[in-house]
């Protein structure tokens, strides 16, 4: 059983740019919750998919957004990229919604210049 | 209404002693209350968790404290050790939410001196 995996594990991006990061969620998941962790704060959930669609959203702008396929693997883009969203970005996955555990992955350290 | 409070900020222990960190919420809609354990380069990993019908929740050295009328939790480490040098991070949940979605604390750093 493979855990959950994310690519790519470091990025740079300039403002303004436009970026995409994966995530293969963990054998038999079929929920993805996406969440942004800034430097020395703790993770602040973005969205989450369950079954290829969303299924709730935190507080973040539309800019933010989120795809799921069938294999279960998503995608977190961010268009217009700002200084701010310089962080790790967290994707975990859970064999769907309710109290299940959330399994996080390693997470995907962007920094925007 | 959706914040987690937690303290304190960074915490050093000598090995072999009791590691103590403490969270707060407002939310009286949250049901779910895990710790998760973070390595630097890692993803956070769930320690223990606890639901408001018990009042604590022990697993191996670990152990969950939960008062619900004061709506305050903790998380006690028992004989730690410098391998327990991590970030915790306390977060709640609601089944009111239909994500279950995770609000976490700010992080504790806990370092272990041998």
């Known amino acids: 059983e493979t855990g959950v995996t994310q690519s790519p594990t470091h990025l740079i991006k300039t403002r303004g740019q436009q970026v995409t990061l994966r995530c293969s969620s963990q054998?038999?998941?079929?929920?993805v919750s996406w969440y942004q962790q800034a430097l020395g704060q703790g993770p602040q959930f973005i969205f989450q998919?369950?079954?290829?669609?969303?299924?709730g959203r935190g507080n973040f702008p539309p800019r933010f957004s989120g795809l799921q396929f069938p294999n279960y693997s998503s995608e977190l883009n961010v268009n217009a990229l700002e200084l701010d969203d310089s962080a790790l970005y967290l994707c975990?996955?859970?064999?769907?919604?309710?109290?299940?555990?959330?399994?996080f992955g390693p997470g995907t350290r962007l920094l925007v210049l | 209404q959706q914040q987690v409070k937690q303290s304190p900020q960074s915490l050093i222990v000598q090995k072999g002693g009791i590691s103590i960190i403490n969270c707060a919420y407002e939310?009286?809609?949250?049901?779910?209350f895990p710790w998760y354990q973070q390595f630097p380069g890692k993803g956070p990993a769930l320690l223990i968790a606890?639901?408001?019908?018990?009042s604590e929740k022990k697993e191996g050295r670990f152990t969950i404290s939960f008062n619900k009328s004061a709506k305050q939790f903790s998380l006690h480490i028992m004989d730690s050790q410098p391998g327990d040098s991590a970030t915790y991070f306390c977060?709640?949940?609601?089944?009111?939410?239909?994500?279950?979605?995770?609000?976490f604390g700010s992080g504790t750093r806990l370092l272990v001196r041998p």
């Open positions: 606890i639901r408001p019908d018990v």
């Open positions: 975990a996955s859970s064999s769907g919604t309710g109290w299940q555990t959330q399994y």
């Open positions: 054998s038999g998941h079929n929920t």
């Open positions: 939310n009286t809609a949250f049901d779910y």
């Open positions: 998919y369950y079954r290829e669609e969303e299924n």
């Open positions: 977060a709640a949940s609601s089944q009111t939410d239909s994500s279950y979605k995770l609000i």
